[in-house]
């Protein structure tokens, strides 16, 4: 593993807690570790709730976190504040999960494509002031001539890939896609993932892809990390986890996905959800929905060990 | 008016109450603005016969000092209008902007402005702008001074909310990762977003701040004695209750013109409103 100092991101014991008036506060991650190189593609996949979103948020910086230390090529990433953003700092970008939110829709797609050139060349970009909305629209496979329209007149791909080129056009170091293909329709999904992958490793950022889609983040990434209840249980290389799975539920998640290989199985769910946030069980926090949970795991809570698995199995 | 140009206004702007009420407000703008034209006499000038009724000479009599009272109406205009709008106006930019940080930058900000603003709306309102222009001193200025005091923590409420709703959106968000200062953030992604609603607010609040005016006036706190003003015409009309024209007409002036501009608040509502947005076209209305 390279020095932490050298990675692109580098997040160390990440707590992100959301306060909630009156209840017990939910620890949406719960001390995760993980990095980032430049021109690399980090997967992070996980169900609904896992925290996925909450420690993409805290990369970014839209959220404060309550512990452990986020660093963005060597430097603190500074939460987001009534200040404006240091121009270093617009070198992450995020593109969110719901095209519909994340455009203004009273601009027009060239303003706000313009917002993000006006952003990478305030970093002192170069080449930044060479772009034009235009241009950008052509990177995401979209009619040049789409600049002029109001986000209200595109289809949600058409959406999604216009806040990728806003995204793009600030000359990401580091981009972060939280759930950036789940709103979209299925046969949309691949292309708009490849095309940022290719985006990203074209200008030499990383990108961190948060899905709940596996088989899609197969496609793109370079690394895959699980996470699951706000800790990460399993990362590897996306060939090795996908190949030989050893956590418990990594392997429930990729059962869960169908095949179409005619033989008409049906994939196999994993039994209950989730466990509440709020008030994780003990031990393991997967122990209550793992098939092979022994004697202990809800006891001893498991680390993620230097092989890249969170999971008593392979401990001892 | 052409017809078809009618046809091409949203419904709600065809809807004969709304006609009526731009009709009548237009009509009071013209009044004001041409006053000195269409006035038969002075509006201050005393001449006899006191106290005469309506008729030839005086189409709406003359008051207690001889004064026409259908100049003085017409004259009325040019104070009650431009004051009410000049509140209004005043009332949505300080309520606006003071609504619109408290929700932008919320915590403390928002806690100190906010709890200003529920002090202000614990009180009835005609009666805080009563102490407020009895405090101050009677004269036009403090009356409008007073009004506004006492109307900004509505649109400042409103304020507060639609930026509340916004700030979370992610296009803000977006914004703020991009470098956007708070400044151009609330300018560029905050403002278009909550200008609409606010004007319908403004609209409906015309026709309170003008209430509220001749109310101030009527008790004396508000146009001193020889300005023409309705609400203190009204006021000298209750002193010689026999000759019930010195009250009527500009009691009558104020009726209509309080009722066009609710009328056009109501208008200009439904028109911006998300449930019939959908018969106007909103596409096409940001396109425009």
């Given amino acids: 593993m390279m020095a932490r100092q050298n990675r692109l991101l580098s997040v160390s014991d990440l707590v992100v807690q959301h306060r909630r008036a009156g209840r017990r506060p939910v620890r949406a991650v719960a001390g995760v570790s993980l990095d980032l190189g430049a021109g690399e593609v980090l997967g992070l996949v996980g169900e609904s709730g896992c925290g996925k979103s909450s420690l993409a948020r805290a990369v970014c910086g839209l959220t404060a976190p309550t512990g452990g230390e986020i660093l963005f090529d060597g430097r603190p990433m500074r939460p987001l504040g009534v200040r404006r953003r240091a121009p270093a700092l617009t070198g992450v970008q995020m593109v969110f999960q719901d095209p519909y939110g994340s455009l203004n829709p009273r601009r027009r797609v060239s303003a706000q494509i313009a917002d993000g050139i006006r952003a990478g060349a305030e970093r002192g970009e170069r080449g930044a002031t060479k772009l034009t909305p235009g241009a950008l629209l052509v990177r995401v496979g979209l009619p040049e001539d789409l600049a002029d329209r109001y986000p209200q007149e595109l289809s949600g791909g058409q959406r999604q890939r216009v806040a990728i080129a806003r995204a793009v056009a600030a000359r990401p170091r580091l981009l972060v896609g939280d759930e950036p293909i789940s709103a979209l329709d299925a046969s949309a999904q691949a292309q708009v993932a490849r095309m940022m992958r290719a985006l990203a490793v074209e200008s030499g950022a990383g990108l961190l892809f948060i899905s709940h889609d596996l088989s899609v983040v197969r496609l793109i990434a370079d690394r895959i990390a699980v996470m699951y209840l706000g800790r990460i249980v399993e990362t590897g290389p996306t060939a090795e986890v996908w190949e030989n799975p050893r956590h418990p539920y990594t392997r429930a998640l990729l059962a869960a996905i169908p095949h179409p290989d005619g033989a008409g199985r049906l994939p196999v769910e994993l039994p209950g959800d989730a466990s509440d946030a709020a008030a994780p069980p003990s031990g393991c926090r997967f122990h209550p929905r793992c098939p092979l949970a022994f004697e202990g795991c809800d006891r001893e809570e498991p680390q993620l060990a230097a092989d890249g698995v969170a999971c008593r199995l392979y401990s001892s | ?288």
Avoid at chain 2, 62 to 88: E, H, K, M, Q
Avoid at chain 2, 91 to 110: E, I, P, Q, T, W
Avoid at chain 2, 168 to 192: C, H, K, N, T
């Fill in chain 2, 1 to 288: 008016m052409n017809l078809r140009l009618l046809k091409r206004l949203p419904p709600a702007c065809r809807r004969p109450l709304t006609l009526i009420g731009s009709g009548v407000a237009l009509l009071w703008l013209l009044a004001g603005l041409a006053a000195p034209l269409l006035a038969p006499h002075d509006p201050l000038a005393q001449s006899l016969p006191r106290l005469a009724g309506p008729g030839r000479g005086h189409w709406f009599g003359t008051d207690a000092l001889g004064r026409d009272i259908l100049s003085r109406v017409l004259y009325g205009a040019r104070v009650s209008i431009p004051l009410s709008l000049t509140v209004v106006a005043l009332s949505l930019f300080v309520g606006g902007v003071l609504g619109g940080f408290a929700g932008y930058f919320g915590r403390r900000v928002d806690e100190v402005i906010m709890r200003v603003a529920d002090l202000v709306l614990a009180f009835p309102t005609v009666i805080l702008a009563l102490v407020i222009a009895a405090a101050l001193g009677a004269s036009l200025q403090n009356a409008v001074l007073a009004i506004l005091l006492v109307a900004w923590p509505p649109f400042a409420r409103v304020a507060r909310g639609l930026v509340l709703g916004l700030r979370s959106q992610e296009y803000i968000l977006s914004g703020r990762l991009l470098g956007f200062s708070a400044w151009r953030s609330l300018r560029v992604d905050v403002l278009p977003g909550v200008l609409g609603p606010l004007l319908v607010l403004t609209a409906l609040d015309i026709g309170n701040a003008t209430l509220l005016l001749s109310g101030l006036s009527f008790l004396g706190l508000g146009a001193k004695p020889p300005i023409a003003e309705w609400g203190s015409m009204v006021a000298d009309g209750t002193l010689q209750f026999d000759s019930w024209w010195i009250g009527v007409f500009p009691g009558l002036a104020i009726l209509t013109i309080v009722l066009a501009f609710n009328f056009l608040g109501d208008a200009l509502r439904d028109a911006l409103d998300p449930g019939t947005a959908k018969t106007i076209g909103t596409a096409k209305e940001h396109a425009a």
